[in-house]
């Protein structure tokens, strides 16, 4: 199933993508494998072509790799044509015995994760690779410096910064030039907006995609309770006969061509739901009621 598109840097991606941590991490119970897989097959089925992980999602500290694994078992499992699908992955947080966790922007420890990413998803290129974290205790801009040398050995396609701020942005943007920095990939959601609002239509003045994370909430439950939360949710999702999750992604995707949301899901039933969100319309009222909601 083709779907709208929409881009980062030099890639085109379906306007939503999906998060696969939930197929790794955060559930309890743990997702089983042959449903990891199922939910992944289900996004491509529905015409997502994004996919996000990362080298610390996974079971346990001694798993790191694991949803990396997992989207590139699914990518090659798939009864249909995965050439086209792009996957992000991300470095630069450290997870150790005992679940000891820690950041490392070294432009060593980046180059050793994104090579074991590399060999996780057994590509020869990762399509577009995120600093996960800041490490304090470096310079922001050693970091940024450290992924555009791995660009230029060829081992990134694009750049992004994920739980980035204003500041790091307009660093991020100076040491990589006009249209070097392809990606923000931030929290963003009708719960979580007061920093990430500035963050993201910063990205739209620049030309930079806006990639929100846990725009339905996050894994704890805040997707579920969004209709009970927000009554104009449920309001406009019963008028539409759609799933409250469905809208609010539909409004998030209204917010500019250059957002590009990443629900996660751990069932072929959520992300499914989530896909659809890609062709619903919703209109100028009800566009300005849920707006009102960050105003």
Known sequence: MSAPTRRIGSLAVSALGMGA????????????????IATLHAALD??????D??????????????????????????????S???VATKGGITRGAGESWGRNGSADYLRSALEKSLANLGADTVDLYYWHRPDRSIRYAEGVQTLAAL???????????SNANL???EIAREVLGDGGLAA?????????FHTSREELARCGTHGIAFVPFSPLGGTGGGARGLG??????????????????????????????????????GRPESITDSAAAMTLRLDADELETLNAIIA
């Not at 104009?232 to 061509?257: K, T």
Request: net charge negative.
């Open 21 to 36: 941590m939930p197929v790794s991490q955060g559930r309890t119970p743990a997702v089983p494998h042959e449903q990891a």
């Open 46 to 51: 529905a015409g997502i072509t994004f996919f």
């Open 53 to 82: 992980t990362a080298d610390i999602y996974a079971p346990s500290w001694d798993t790191m790799g694991h949803n990396e694994r997992i989207v590139a078992e699914a990518l090659r499992t798939w009864s249909g044509d995965a």
């Open 84 to 86: 086209q699908v792009v």
């Open 151 to 161: 660009r230029e050995e060829g081992l990134i396609r694009e750049i992004g910064i």
């Open 167 to 169: 500041e790091e942005i």
């Open 184 to 192: 923000v990939q931030n929290q963003f959601s009708l719960t979580f």
């Open 228 to 265: 009970q939360r927000f009554p104009q949710v449920a309001r406009i999702a019963e008028a539409h006969g759609v799933s409250p999750q469905r809208v609010v992604l539909a409004w998030q995707l209204s917010l500019g061509d250059h957002v590009i949301p990443i629900p996660g899901a």
